[in-house]
């Protein structure tokens, strides 16, 4: 098969022929890293049951897949540009693949993180290089509609991960939702060499190509600890390691910042930030996935604790979120190149404003109904707000430094979803635990129990039901017993029991309902505020004299041999 070369010498005006098949290659690549977090939030029941792990444990098994992953991608995003795009997007499949195997036959705590930390490499060599080889391999003209084939992609994976998980999980256990990555990752291998071009970055004139290695291990240096401190510090308390690794990371960013000023090739030129498209859209991508992945992390609790749908059901009924992405992605390609990224980007951000907003409403009464309308604006926002801001990210960048572009625009979205879950996330927990410490004052249930109750959504209904099985235990001892009066206590003691057995289950789903409503408010001030940042950030106008200004440093469909 003949590939499109046109770097060292040979420019061509025709972009490369097999372009879209390729980006059905990058974006099958995107649909297993988004998918390997939104499975695992329908499988953790059944791997919390089957390895016992604690609170703190399950934490990791979710988290280890962040820090490697967040950390890695500035400095694997340059190797690719320098050696092989194509190339990093190769081993980076091979190697998720193999953490992805390695999780599945996983018999403890430990060896479950290590395999999602493999796999979170695996997905640092991943992501950059799926931006990066999709914008070396279309043409200007025709980024901007594949970056939102590709962002609709990630909401798609946001969906598909627990419908796939709770499908399989029906008749297999947790294990099965680690192995469906591995055909796909095979699937994408495979075609990655048949149908994605080689790319690296051209040489530059001066033949001065050094990767700048002690800005990249900075970078992994402060973005590690930042990271590994949201994880930290909000569930687990400010202690010594949560500390530290906050220092760390603000050192570690004042080094980087100073360290890349001064060097003559950084990894990353931070005077982008000066400007404001730039700047702003960084922004709003982080601020997004703030909001999305802290949603999204209690929103799948209420639909399995509260609502009682089982995995798969789960899965189905964020569906609703996967489909308005699609209709806001074809939105913003129809608006954005029209009214400007300024126009589109706010108002996909007001959307997820009132997306959070109409989940205040929610309490203990609520049904699936309550929850659809805030899906689907929430889907239409994403739609709407992301793909602009990623083409914007990529257009920053000279073609030899796109893997850096992507590992960029990838950053955001990590850091903001990290905070999203932590900030959000410990919220929700603290909300829940004083509004189920108010609703259970003055009850007759031991105070142990009451406090196993508020660690989470999950152990508070455990113990209603282990309240409620202790119930039926009494009433089947009295039904046995030939002692009047004692069976008449035993009747007593069981009534009681299943009183507070409800009582429980009550205060727990109502309790948790008022902490989604309470937590989304905060989301809501959250994201509102940033809109108004993002809004005054972004420059007015089209972005066409941005683009004309990328075309001419670029060629068209730039795949590099």
Known sequence: MRLVMTEPVERTDRPYARRWWALLVLCLSLLIIVMANTALTVAAPDMTRDLGLSGADLQWVIDGYTVPYAALMLLLGAIGDKYSRRGALVLGLVVFGGGAVFGSLAGSAATVIAARAVMGVGAALIMPATLSLLAATFPRAERAKAITLWTATAGLAIAAGPVVAGALLRNHGWASTFLINVPIAAVALVAAFVLVPPSRAARPEDG???????????????????????????????????????????????????????????????????????????????????????????????????????????????????????????????????????????????????????????????????????????????????????DAIMGAFPEPELGVGGAVNDTSIELGGSLGIAILGSLLSTSYSGHL?????????????????????????????????????????????????????????AGQLAQGARQMKDAVGSSFADAVSHTSLVGAVVLGVGTLAVALLLPRGTGRATEAADETREPAGSAVN
């Open 437 to 493: 410490a108010d609703a259970t004052t003055g009850s007759k249930l031991p105070a142990s129990a009451l406090a196993t109750a508020q660690d989470s959504v999950g152990a508070g209904y455990a113990v209603a039901q282990g309240i409620g099985e202790k119930a039926r235990h009494l009433a089947a001892q009295a039904a046995q017993t030939t002692d009047p009066h004692q069976a008449a206590q035993l009747k007593a003691q």
């Open 208 to 390: 001065d190509h050094r990767i700048d290695y002690v800005g990249g291990l900075l970078s992994v240096l402060w973005t590690g600890s930042l990271v590994y401190m949201i994880i930290e510090g909000p569930h687990f308390g400010w202690d010594t390691k949560a500390v530290t690794a906050a220092v760390v990371a603000g050192a570690g960013l004042l080094a980087f910042v100073l360290w890349e000023l001064r060097h003559p090739r950084p990894i990353l030129d931070v005077r982008r930030f000066t400007s404001r498209r730039f700047a702003g859209s960084n922004l709003a991508v982080a601020l997004f996935f703030l909001a999305v992945f802290g949603a999204f992390y209690y929103l799948t609790q209420h639909l399995q604790f509260v609502l009682g749908y089982d995995a798969l059901a789960t899965g189905v009924r964020m569906l609703p979120l996967a489909g308005a992405v699609f209709a806001g992605s074809a939105l913003t390609g129809y608006l954005t190149p029209r009214v400007g990224m300024k126009w589109t980007v706010t108002a996909g951000m007001v959307g997820g404003t009132v997306a959070l907003a109409l989940l205040t409403q929610v309490d203990g009464s609520s049904s699936y109904g309550s929850f659809v309308a805030p899906l689907i604006v929430l889907g239409l926002a994403i739609g709407l707000a992301l793909s602009p801001c990623t």
